[in-house]
Structure formats: structure tokens, C-alpha cells
């Protein structure tokens, strides 16, 4: 026997179960086992030092085979640049450009960004024309630029980007590019300067190598005008039907974008040169309900892309925007004037009768007050140079002009009010701050006696007079006394049977209700028509409640039992596995008991050698074997959920105990099978 070696004990576990004679074939019950391995850490030959050593050359001997795979596309990359080199040389001789040969689109809805972004990245990247034009780079060769936004906008609301680009004028001699970028990059906080990627191919975005510079966390939008199609400069060789006009893709900035296939999505061809001399308008949009980024360059076309988890793309929900460019050997001024900046813009409404409650739907009669408000947020920077507004159109039935018009219960100066033809405009610029909710009122008189008219209006929030949010409609209605009878109804979801006797609901049009599901044994609620709670109405419909039958299951059983490392000694070695889960059973039937058993479905074996009868299971009343035949670990009929993981409480020396003897000691791995079954007894 060797003394002083390490071996380690581990449960790894699975699940199986008994069917409940209650329970049908679509809805069976859970069942759980465990796996046990009983791991001991070294071969018999091997101290732990020489298996430790064995694993770190292991190690070794993979990172060296790494480092010769990126050595050989260094290799193949710089011979590849030799090549590319001489090609352009030979195919075209360039003239000097001028660092600044574009001016400003003609459009009047341009605004400042100058104080929009963080400092930029790189000494190519430069704002102008009173910080309307924002110039990532001059026609320049070897130039790289990022810049990003100072502050974040959300994702888990829309916004919408739209910004002019321009991406020279050097045709089929433009190269490389720019992206719009979406980066949650951790070093943005502590290291901003350092979130830009490779340049050349890499767009000032991406890796044009393993272990080159990337923007981390991000999703970039691609303007790519030079194709990549060499051996190691490689990443545009899947858009084969690009001919050199260029294209648009969305492409994910990780630690080696160099690779055949996999790197680009949404691709958009461009039917003639990008780098064509003219402005091109860009609409960037959010959809956050689908998670989906959507991108329209006018005289190219659009396309979308998902993101699946936000948290694996983006590592968040926030996020910066910004730009980012580069060129090489070929070259081009990339620029952008902006038109709307990403904003996140929060904006609902509702409306009270009276002194009434605010809601979203009212009832009213002739010459009530009627109050309508707007709640709005926008998170964003330099809002008094976007132009902010809100609008409403006031039906006629309420009047053609408001009784009174206030922000944050302050009434607003005339001159910041406009009504024409019943829209009614108040400018927020001296009012909005960034992220501070503001409160918008409008008071008016109903005019109108029809009964059951519905008079339905909404605000909307312009920046620029582009309309960038409409809030929830309100509806008011105009009253009649009447009332209206409806049934609620209480049913299976399978079977569309009845399960307790409906009731009759009666109510005034107009009156507020609200039904809630009945606790039934036996049965558990699972959904509704939907119109469980609203206001009486000629259109109001029968209440179903749906419920399916009650199961019983294993809602959380441990996945394994951790028994720690040990050394092999001279005596027999006590030790209670550590569960990684907890052990629960739920019980949703009107009758009947059950109860939890434990067995052991295969031996604890190494290489042949079985390790028999060293498992129990121990309780505060005593020790029971695991073994081939089932112990009862837990009988109840208790409903609802039972918690069951004190039985495995190892501090207090409860749960499965492995008794090992000195002659069992031995190091390797014992894996072996226990098995949970939980049963219905009637």
C-alpha cells in the first residue's frame, strides 16, 4: 500500500423517475438519478507532483502547437502583404489627396456632435465645420481612427441613428473602410484610448490576426470598400459575389476575424462603387423587443440582424456607439454628418376625468375636465441642439384649444406653445434634461354627448421634426347607463371540461371589474381569456380560466456529490459528499402520498476492481445501506412543494456517507450509479 497519496471522491448525477398512476402519457413525472464517480487523483506510478507535471507539458505541448499554427499565418500573412503590395504598385500609381475634400450635404437637419463623443482615438480622426462633420479619416494611407460616444444608450428600448456617409471618391482604388459600432468593451471605463481594433482589413474594429487589437463586447455595421481575398488577409473570400463595388455586413469584432467563412451576416451588395464621391443617408434602428439591429444605406439597400442573448454579444444592456475607419495602401476620406444620434426616448400617456384617476382608458360625460398626460424620458446628450417637441392632436370633440398646458406642474410660457389645426406643439428644449422623467398636461372640456363614442388621441416626441416616439393611445368613452351581464367560466386546458361550477357577472357600462382564478384541488392555473380585469362595455366577452391537472415530480435534485481529496492511510476513511443541488419534490394533486427512494443502480468499480457495500445513507434515526433494493429516503403526503435537502445536510453529518476501508483505498477513479425514484402511493 502507498501511503500519503491524494485520491478524490465525486457523485456526478442523472435523472429517472416512476409514473404516478395519476398523472397521463402527455404529463409524466420527473424522475431523477445520480451518477457517483469516486475519483482518487493519481495513477498508481505517478506521485501528484509527476501528474501535475504531466499535465502542464501537456499544456505546453498544445500552446506550441498553437504558436506554430499563428506562426505559419504570420508567415503566410506578411508574404501575402509582399504580394498584395506589389500587385498595387504595379496596378495603380496614386496621387496625393487632400486631407479634408468633402463638404456638408445640404440639409438643414444636420446638428452638432462636437460635444456628442469621447476624445478620439488615433490622430486621423477630426471634427469640423463647427462640429457638423465628423471625418474619421483623410484620403490618407496607413490610417486608423475610432471614436466613441461619452454616453450609453440602452438597448432594452428602441432608438434610431441616421447620419449622411461619405466614403471618398477613389471608385475601385478605395480601400478600406469604416464601421458603425455597438461596444459594451470593459476597457472603456479605464483604458478608453485602447478600444480601437487592427487596422487594414480590420476596419479600426476587428483582429486581422490572433492576439492583433479588436473592439471588445461589440456588433459592428461594415462599409467595406476593398476586398480581402488573400491567404492571410482572407476575411471577405465567403462574399464571392462581391465584384469590388463594395458591400454592407454585420460583422462581430472578436480576438481573430481572419478566417474563410463565418465572419460576416446580413450582407448587402452594393450595386455600384461605395466610394463614388457622393453622400449616401444611413438609418440605423433598434428593435428591442426582437433584439434586432436593422441598417438602410439609400442607393445600396437593407438587412438585419439578431442578437440571440445580449449578454453574450454585449456582455450587458448598455452599450457606446461610434465609428471607427481605416485605410492602407489604397485609400479614401470616410466622413459622416448626423442627423438624429441614437436615443433611448421612454413615453407614455394617460388621462383622468375630473378629479378622477389617471388611466389609460376613461368615461366621460358632456362638460367633464378632461386631463391628458404625457411621461417622458430621454437619455441622450445635447438635447436643447435636437430640437425636442411634443405633440398632441386634440380631437374635436374635446375643443380646439387646451384650458391649460403645464410641465412638471408649471404652466408654459406662450411662446412655447403652437396650435394649428387642432395639434397642439409645445417646445421642450429649455425644459428636457438627459435621463429626469418630465410630466406634460393638458386640460380640456368634453364637448360631445354621443353615447358610447370613443374619442381616442396620442402624443408624439419630435426631435428635428422627425417624429422618434408615439406614446400609448388614451381612450375616452363617452357614458351611457346600461348594464351587461357576462359569464366566468373555470376549465381544463386538455379536455375544454368544466371543473367548478361558472358564475354570472353583472355590471354598469363603463364600471371598472376584475376577476381573479379560483383555487381548485387537484388543479393548478395556467392562463385566461384575457379580459380578466377591464371596464364593462356593450363588447365585453365571457371570463375562461384554464387549468391543467395537478403532477408530481422532482423539481431539483443534486447533480453530484463532491467527497473532497483525500490522502490513503492506515485507517478506514468517513466522509460525506457535498450535493451541488438541492433535493425537492412537488406534489400539485388533490390526494393520494408519495415517497422517495434511493438505490444503488451500478457498482463503484476501477479497472475491474469493485468497491462494494461502502455506501449508506444516514438519517437523524440511524444508517440504512445503499444498496441493490430501495430504502424509503422520505414518505409524505404533504401538497404543494417539499424541500428535502436537509437530508443531505453534510455539516450535520446527514445524507450519503462513503465508508471506505484501508484495502479499498486505491488510487484511480471508482464510477458508479445511484438511482432516485420518487412514487405515488395511494
Known amino acids: 500500500m502507498i501511503r500519503g497519496k491524494l485520491f478524490t471522491l465525486i457523485l456526478s448525477t442523472i435523472v429517472t423517475a416512476t409514473i404516478s398512476p395519476l398523472i397521463t402519457e402527455e404529463q409524466p413525472l420527473s424522475e431523477t438519478s445520480s451518477t457517483i464517480e469516486v475519483m482518487e487523483g493519481n495513477d498508481e506510478s505517478l506521485s501528484s507532483e509527476e501528474q501535475l507535471k504531466t499535465v502542464i507539458e501537456q499544456r505546453t505541448s498544445d500552446s506550441t502547437k498553437e504558436e506554430a499554427d499563428t506562426s505559419e499565418d504570420s508567415t503566410d500573412e506578411k508574404e501575402d502583404q509582399q504580394t498584395s503590395k506589389l500587385e498595387i504598385d504595379k496596378e495603380v500609381a496614386r496621387s496625393s489627396i487632400s486631407p479634408y475634400a468633402i463638404s456638408l450635404p445640404n440639409d438643414p437637419n444636420i446638428i452638432p456632435i462636437d460635444q456628442v463623443f469621447q476624445p478620439q482615438i488615433g490622430t486621423s480622426t477630426s471634427l469640423l465645420e463647427g462640429g457638423k462633420l465628423l471625418q474619421l479619416n483623410p484620403a490618407s494611407p496607413s490610417q486608423i481612427g475610432a471614436i466613441w460616444s461619452k454616453e450609453k444608450v440602452s438597448l432594452l428600448s428602441d432608438f434610431t441613428f441616421k447620419s449622411y456617409l461619405y466614403l471618398g471618391d477613389q471608385r475601385g482604388s478605395a480601400g478600406d473602410g469604416m464601421t458603425f459600432t455597438l461596444t459594451n468593451d470593459p476597457r472603456m471605463s479605464t483604458a478608453p484610448q485602447q478600444v480601437i481594433g487592427s487596422p487594414g482589413m480590420g476596419l479600426g474594429a476587428y483582429a486581422t490576426a490572433a492576439n492583433r487589437p479588436f473592439v471588445r463586447n461589440a456588433l459592428s455595421i461594415e462599409f467595406d470598400t476593398y476586398k480581402n481575398t488573400g491567404t492571410s488577409n482572407r476575411m471577405d473570400r465567403e462574399i464571392s459575389a462581391d465584384t469590388g463595388f463594395g458591400h454592407v455586413a454585420f460583422v462581430t469584432p472578436k480576438s481573430n476575424n481572419n478566417h474563410y467563412s463565418g465572419e460576416h451576416s446580413g450582407v448587402t451588395l452594393a450595386p455600384t462603387f461605395l466610394s463614388n464621391g457622393t453622400w449616401r443617408m444611413l438609418t440605423v434602428h433598434w428593435n428591442a423587443a426582437q433584439r434586432r439591429l436593422t441598417y438602410d444605406l439609400s442607393g445600396v439597400g437593407s438587412n438585419s440582424h439578431v442578437v440571440s442573448n445580449l449578454t453574450t454579444q454585449f456582455g450587458g444592456t448598455d452599450v457606446y456607439w461610434g465609428f471607427t475607419s481605416s485605410t492602407g495602401t489604397f485609400v479614401q476620406e470616410n466622413a459622416l454628418a448626423m442627423t438624429q444620434l441614437p436615443t433611448n426616448v421612454t413615453s407614455e400617456a394617460d388621462v383622468k376625468v375630473n378629479d378622477g384617476e389617471y388611466g389609460r382608458s376613461v368615461e366621460a360625460s358632456k362638460n367633464d375636465r378632461i386631463f391628458i398626460r404625457k411621461m417622458l424620458n430621454v437619455e441622450g446628450s445635447s438635447l436643447e441642439q435636437r430640437n425636442p417637441k411634443a405633440s398632441i392632436v386634440l380631437p374635436e370633440e374635446l375643443g380646439p384649444v387646451p384650458r391649460s398646458i403645464t410641465l412638471d406642474g408649471k404652466p408654459v410660457n406662450d411662446a412655447d406653445v403652437s396650435i394649428v389645426d387642432h395639434r397642439v406643439t409645445v417646445e421642450l428644449g429649455n425644459h428636457l434634461v438627459s435621463n429626469q422623467p418630465l410630466v406634460l398636461e393638458l386640460e380640456t372640456v368634453l364637448e360631445d354627448d354621443t353615447p358610447e363614442k370613443v374619442i381616442t388621441t396620442n402624443f408624439e416626441y419630435l426631435e428635428q421634426t422627425v417624429l422618434l416616439k408615439k406614446t400609448n393611445e388614451v381612450n375616452i368613452t363617452i357614458a351611457q347607463s346600461q348594464e351587461k351581464t357576462i359569464q366566468v367560466y373555470y376549465k381544463d386546458i386538455d379536455t375544454l371540461q368544466e371543473i367548478a361550477q361558472s358564475k354570472t357577472l353583472t355590471g354598469t357600462i363603463g364600471e371598472a371589474y376584475k376577476e381573479n382564478p379560483l383555487v381548485i384541488d387537484g388543479y393548478i392555473f395556467v392562463s385566461d381569456s384575457g379580459n380578466t380585469e377591464d371596464v364593462f362595455s356593450e363588447t365585453t366577452d365571457d371570463i375562461y380560466f384554464y387549468y391543467r391537472i395537478g403532477r408530481l415530480y422532482l423539481s431539483e435534485a443534486p ?36 415517497r422517495l427512494q434511493l438505490k444503488q443502480h451500478k457498482p463503484l468499480i476501477n479497472n475491474g476492481f469493485e468497491m462494494p457495500g461502502v455506501l449508506s445513507f444516514i438519517t437523524t434515526n440511524g444508517a440504512m445501506e445503499i444498496g441493490e433494493s430501495s430504502i424509503i429516503i422520505s414518505a409524505s403526503s404533504q401538497k404543494g412543494e417539499s424541500n428535502l435537502s436537509d437530508l443531505l445536510d453534510k455539516q450535520n453529518h446527514r445524507g450519503i456517507k462513503a465508508t471506505i476501508p484501508v484495502e479499498f483505498q486505491r488510487i484511480g477513479t471508482f464510477v458508479g450509479t445511484l438511482s432516485w425514484s420518487l412514487e405515488d402511493v395511494p
Open 559 to 594: 447533480t453530484r456529490f463532491d467527497f473532497g481529496s483525500h490522502k490513503i492511510a492506515s485507517t478506514t476513511l468517513t466522509v460525506f459528499g457535498q450535493p451541488t443541488g438541492q433535493l425537492k419534490v412537488i406534489d400539485e394533486r388533490a390526494t393520494s402520498s408519495w
